[in-house]
């Protein structure tokens, strides 16, 4: 069975940076796309970025141009640096490994921007 572990989120200011880290094990990691996803309390689930297995990389209109997705196969995991953080960026961020009708999810780590 997949396991994604997510690390990295905590409390930042508006305008700080934190950067996301998501470790897989049990799977051929080179062989998933990689996706970051969000949920902020009473919202539906939401695309933040995705990187394929290839490298193709894929932003939400909201972070273009502050968020980087990327991947380091030999390591077998996943991050999102974010930076200019926003209060509307808080949210529960979660990692998916997705490759044809499969799809995993980590647990989750919260990320909070405030003053």
């Known amino acids: 069975q997949v396991q994604l572990v997510e690390s990295g989120g905590g409390l930042v200011q508006p305008g700080g940076s934190l950067k996301l880290s998501c470790a897989a094990s049990?799977?051929?990691?080179?062989?998933?796309?990689m996706g970051w996803y969000r949920q902020a309390p009473g919202n539906q689930r939401e695309l933040v970025a995705t990187?394929?297995?290839?490298?193709?990389?894929n932003y939400a209109d909201s972070v273009k141009g502050r968020f980087t997705i990327s991947r380091d196969n030999a390591k077998n995991t996943a991050y999102l640096q974010m930076n200019s953080l926003k209060p509307e960026d808080t949210a529960v961020y979660y990692c998916?490994?997705?490759?044809?009708?499969?799809?995993?999810w980590g647990q989750g780590t919260q990320v909070t921007v405030s003053s």
């Open positions: 998916n490994a997705k490759a044809g009708l499969r799809s995993s």
């Open positions: 990187v394929t297995s290839s490298g193709n990389t």
């Open positions: 049990r799977i051929i990691f080179s062989r998933y796309d």
